[in-house]
């Protein structure tokens, strides 16, 4: 069955730096989405993608953030100078024009 | 504006059915969905209904919206351990595809 696959499971990173998180999507899906969820806190909406441009983003999703379709396949999320308050589990989600978005398993990003 | 409401906790006995509510504000969701999340692993989808459908039933899941009142409830019949997660309630907005989601709902399932 095809599945949204996120890499990596866990990043530890130092305050100020600047991280990248990666996303292979589903293959035939079209719009492409990341969320976060900090600990004990609700799946928040961050930034939806669709034919290589943002679509839509939350007030979340400020100049610290950036998104990215680097080839056919890729889908990233940068965050360029981490605070402490970005750690949290970062979800990648695809889905066709309509219909269901399919998660990944998501990256837990520290911030020490 | 868009909310998402659950009850946090729900606990009940192996063999039992588990009624999950849910209460949205927004009128306008085209879609609205159950995610269930295991301890430390994403979200799997478990089943949506498209907001125009009262009722939908997929082997032990039975999905009840009621559009009227905003509320929308998954029951789980013969819940087994294994269904011991969080239940994430999310609506999907009419324009932009982006899902909001619920605090979500412990489950616990009693031997």
């Known amino acids: 069955e095809p599945e949204v696959t996120q890499t990596p499971s866990h990043q530890v990173t130092q305050m100020g730096q600047e991280v990248i998180l990666r996303c292979v999507p589903i293959s035939n899906h079209l719009y492409f989405y990341w969320y976060r969820q900090i600990l004990g806190q609700k799946v928040e909406f961050l930034v939806s993608f669709y034919n290589n441009e943002i679509s839509e983003k939350s007030e979340i999703f400020d100049d610290q953030f950036s998104v990215e379709r680097p080839d056919g396949s890729n889908f990233t999320l940068k965050i360029r100078s981490t605070k402490l308050e970005d750690s949290a589990m970062y979800f990648c989600?695809?889905?066709?024009?309509?219909?269901?978005?399919?998660f990944g398993q998501g990256t837990r990003l520290t911030v020490v | 504006g868009e909310d998402v409401e659950q009850s946090l906790f729900l606990s009940v006995r192996e063999g039992d059915s588990s009624v999950i509510n849910c209460t949205y504000t927004d009128s306008s969701s085209t879609y609205l969905y159950w995610y269930k999340q295991e301890p430390g692993a994403g979200l799997q989808l478990l089943t949506y209904i498209f907001s125009n459908m009262d009722m939908k039933q997929d082997q032990r899941l039975t999905v009840l919206l009621n559009k009227k009142d905003k509320h929308l409830s998954l029951r789980i019949a013969d819940t087994q351990t294994g269904d011991s997660a969080i239940y994430f309630c999310?609506?999907?907005?009419?324009?932009?595809?982006?899902?909001?989601f619920g605090a979500g709902t412990i489950l616990r399932v009693k031997s």
């Open positions: 999310a609506e999907q907005m009419e324009y932009g595809n982006k899902l909001v």
């Open positions: 989600a695809s889905s066709e024009q309509w219909g269901e978005a399919f």
